[in-house]
């Protein structure tokens, strides 16, 4: 009778994921394979891996163009993302006075929408009255005010900044709390051989905190992925595309072209890249696990 009257508490839950998770991807991917446009909805139609044509062939818009743009967005915002938020997560470690506050403070950035940040550093970039510029051009670094947003070899180095400003906080908190939960007793026994501060977080740290760090990096990598907030405050993918990544032109094909089969079939472009991504990493991750056994 307890069984079935716990088993009874999961059906809201379930509903939830039913109608409002597996029901929109499904339907999302039977999209992919229809022709499926606002402007004309008396052609829809089933028309096969025609929208994935359509969207790799663009003519307009470079499709290698938009894979080497969400490669340079997630590698370059992941690798600065988890390095200083490592070292953020040291610092916090050894409590200090204030260090309550202050990481109230720096951890604060994560709970704000990735919206209203890219248009606050949209106004700090901005090319006549931005705060980068004022501040360049009074250190002497800069004669005169440049287009960060606007030069085609800046735009995606300024969209990534705030990115990595943004998810810091993210592997400082997570990776705070798994180093807060390595045993003293390890780095007692490992002063106790010798070993050197670099030694023990190499030796100790890493190891102990190594689950907290692959499990993070594949989240990340999703969220940056299918992060498009920052790009569209910014830039809008601009210019001339070279911040436009695969987020941003599923949303240009569904809210401007308003092809919503284009637009699943990017959605789904994008789920197997990074189911395939998922599957190889885990599969490395287990084969370095296996080595070092």
Do not use: C
Request: glycine share 8%; hydrophobic share 55%; aromatic share 14%.
């Amino acid at each position: 009778m307890e069984k079935t009257h716990y088993r009874w508490m999961l059906v809201p839950t379930l509903l939830f994921l039913v109608l409002f998770i597996y029901v929109p991807v499904v339907r999302g991917g039977v999209m992919a394979f229809q022709h499926y446009n606002l402007f004309d909805l008396s052609t829809l139609r089933f028309n096969g891996v025609g929208n994935f044509i359509s969207v790799i062939t663009d003519k307009h818009i470079s499709f290698a163009q938009i894979l080497l743009n969400t490669a340079v967005w997630l590698i370059g915002s992941l690798t600065f993302q988890f390095i200083l938020g490592f070292a953020l997560a040291l610092l916090l470690r050894k409590p200090f006075a204030g260090r309550g506050l202050y990481t109230a403070f720096v951890f604060y950035g994560w709970a704000l929408s990735g919206f209203a940040i890219g248009l606050t550093w949209a106004w700090l970039f901005n090319g006549q009255a931005g705060l980068v510029n004022d501040l360049l051009i009074r250190l002497g670094v800069l004669d005169q005010p440049i287009g960060f947003l606007s030069n085609p070899r800046l735009a995606m180095m300024s969209v990534i900044i705030p990115n990595i400003w943004y998810g810091v906080p993210f592997f400082g908190i997570m990776l705070l709390a798994a180093l807060q939960s390595v045993p003293n007793e390890l780095y007692e026994a490992a002063t106790l051989d010798g070993a050197a501060t670099v030694r023990k977080f190499i030796s100790v740290t890493v190891p102990y905190v190594k689950p907290t760090i692959v499990s993070t990096i594949l989240l990340r990598t999703m969220w940056i992925v299918n992060f498009p907030d920052l790009i569209y405050a910014m830039t809008n993918g601009g210019p001339v595309n070279r911040t436009n990544i695969l987020a941003t032109q599923m949303i240009n094909k569904v809210f401007k072209e308003y092809d919503y089969g284009q637009g699943s079939a990017i959605a789904v472009i994008i789920m197997l890249l990074l189911f395939v991504y998922a599957v190889l990493y885990l599969r490395i991750v287990e084969d370095s696990k296996e080595e070092l056994l």
